[in-house]
């Protein structure tokens, strides 16, 4: 695995964690960020010693304070092979890692902080916890899946509020939104996700990925063809035992 500088990717006792790491910048997504991270995903997803993964922030403060301002709306670097980097499908690939993801979130989870979060499983949250999707209020939607995968997490309506008005909200409200599926002190975060991750890794990685296929991919089916994918997923699983 390449050396990198803007996330930390460890592995430990079949655990993957995936560490966003530009602290000084409350772990402000960038350019670098991306690519980094889309080589960490590609590297879970064809893992087999990966049984579940673990993202979190570094520091005190963040998870991810949204897209670096720094670099925002200003044209990437006419170089095409940077062009081809940053039209890397990185929320596409995300999306498809079978394997269960959780997400520890502590501090500011803003914009792409979100979406991050969205793209994995578990959410869970320490009390400090904020969240908001400042995009509209910037000029631009979301643009790493938020406005498709917020209201599939929270529903419709309370999708359209966080977008559209881009107010801020706190762990508790988050947890009542369905955002996540936890709070936890801060100093529980961390233990609270590996609890988690230790009873999942424990399950053959082929139900999980079903079960995650199943539910994921069955929200955007009718019932009847839910109900399918579920029943062949099902006869998959057993034909792969006999
Ligand atoms: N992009 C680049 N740098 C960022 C950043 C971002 N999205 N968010 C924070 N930083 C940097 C700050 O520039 C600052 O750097 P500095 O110490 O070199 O000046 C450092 O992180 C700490 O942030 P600061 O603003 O000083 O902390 P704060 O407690 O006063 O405010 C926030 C925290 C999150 C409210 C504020 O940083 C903020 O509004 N950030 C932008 C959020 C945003 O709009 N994201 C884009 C979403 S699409």
Redesign the pocket.
């Known amino acids: 695995m390449a050396n990198f500088e803007v996330i930390i990717y460890e592995k430990k006792d079949d655990i993957g964690y995936v560490t966003l790491n530009?602290p000084?910048?409350?772990n402000?997504?960038?350019l670098q960020m991306r690519d980094e991270l889309y080589q960490v995903l590609a590297a879970i997803k064809d893992d087999p010693e990966v049984k579940v993964a673990i993202f979190k922030g570094a520091g005190e403060?963040?998870f991810c304070?949204?897209?670096?301002?720094?670099?925002?709306l200003t044209a990437p670097s006419p170089t095409i092979a940077r062009q081809a980097r940053w039209q890397r499908d990185v929320w596409g690939l995300f999306l498809s890692i079978p394997q269960p993801l959780i997400a520890a979130l502590h501090g500011?989870v803003?914009?792409?902080?979100i979406e991050i979060a969205l793209c994995c499983d578990i959410r869970v949250a320490s009390e400090d916890a904020q969240f908001?999707?400042?995009?509209t209020?910037?000029g631009?939607i979301?643009a790493a899946g938020g406005s498709q995968t917020l209201p599939r997490v929270a529903g419709r309506a309370q999708a359209l509020e966080i977008l559209l008005t881009g107010r801020w909200i706190k762990a508790e409200e988050a947890h009542r939104l369905k955002l996540v599926n936890q709070v936890v002190s801060r100093g529980d975060l961390l233990p609270t996700a590996e609890r988690l991750a230790n009873k999942i890794k424990g399950y053959d990685p082929l139900a999980l990925s079903y079960a995650k296929k199943a539910i994921t991919r069955g929200l955007d089916l009718s019932l009847e063809r839910g109900l399918e994918l579920e029943a062949r997923l099902g006869e998959y699983l057993l034909a792969s035992r006999t």
Request: aromatic share 10%.
């Open positions: 530009r000084q910048a409350l402000a997504y960038n403060r963040a304070a949204g897209a670096d301002l720094t670099e925002f500011y803003l914009g792409d902080g908001g999707a400042p995009e209020g910037l631009i979301p």
